[in-house]
């Protein structure tokens, strides 16, 4: 089976960066295409950045020109750049991603989540 690991978030001040990166895990898995979302305390959840299977990215506008999602299909890995950080910015984020694995088998798949917390 499939399992996305999370790494990167923590406590970070206003203005600051930081890295969010989610692993693939399964010797024969493969990240197709990927994205990341949060949800802020009282808030629903929100789509955040997306990278497709051609590598075309979309934001949310909240995020443009401060975020940055990318992959590296060769290590399984999603990222998510952020840099100019705003206490707004305060949720858990998650990854998602489409992965194929094993023998023709294909699914979505989301990790357990990351805590980013911006203080001001």
């Known amino acids: 089976q499939v399992q996305l690991v999370e790494s990167g978030g923590g406590l970070v001040q206003a203005g600051g960066s930081l890295r969010l990166s989610c692993v693939a895990s399964g010797s024969t898995s493969r990240l197709v295409y990927g994205g990341w979302h949060r949800r802020a305390p009282g808030k629903e959840r929100e789509m955040v950045a997306t990278i497709s299977q051609t590598g075309n990215t979309n934001y949310a506008d909240s995020v443009k020109g401060r975020f940055t999602v990318s992959r590296d299909s060769a290590k399984n890995v999603l990222y998510l750049e952020m840099a100019s950080l705003k206490p707004d910015d305060t949720a858990v984020y998650y990854c998602?991603?489409?992965?194929?694995?094993?023998?023709?088998?294909?699914?979505?798949?989301w990790g357990q989540g990351t805590q980013v917390t911006v203080s001001s």
């Open positions: 998602n991603a489409g992965v194929t694995y094993g023998r023709n088998n294909n699914g979505a798949f």
